[in-house]
């Protein structure tokens, strides 16, 4: 069973920084590849950053310098540390899932399984 739970969202200032936390089962942060969505108001879903199936990071172009995807095997976490916060990084923030397909992971944005999501506001 896929079980994500998010937390570490909030209100910040532009220019500050959050570090989001996903809690995976044992079974998901095992056998499946794992990433950050998020979705604003009004707007399409973005893939924000995952692990490939080699350990390689990928980010989207409006976080890359800005964002850092980091896991600690140990307690089956996921970690998206977000620094100079901007206010168009506003969204609900997701922890998702997929299974590998052939050895490699699909795109973030098409990942199946998502968690509750924890809400990221930044403000002027």
């Known amino acids: 069973q896929v079980q994500l739970v998010e937390s570490g969202g909030g209100s910040v200032q532009s220019g500050g920084s959050l570090r989001l936390s996903c809690a995976a089962s044992v079974y998901t942060y095992s056998n499946y590849c794992m990433g950050w969505l998020r979705q604003a108001p009004g707007k399409e879903r973005e893939g924000v950053a995952a692990f490939d199936s080699d350990g390689s990071t990928s980010y989207a172009d409006s976080v890359k310098g800005r964002f850092i995807i980091s896991q600690d095997n140990a307690q089956n976490t996921l970690y998206l540390q977000m620094n100079s916060l901007k206010p168009e990084d506003t969204a609900m923030y997701y922890c998702?899932?997929?299974?590998?397909?052939?050895?490699?992971?699909?795109?973030?944005?098409?990942?199946?399984?998502w968690g509750q999501g924890t809400q990221v506001t930044v403000s002027t």
């Open positions: 998702a899932a997929d299974p590998p397909y052939g050895g490699s992971c699909p795109p973030v944005g098409d990942f199946g399984y």
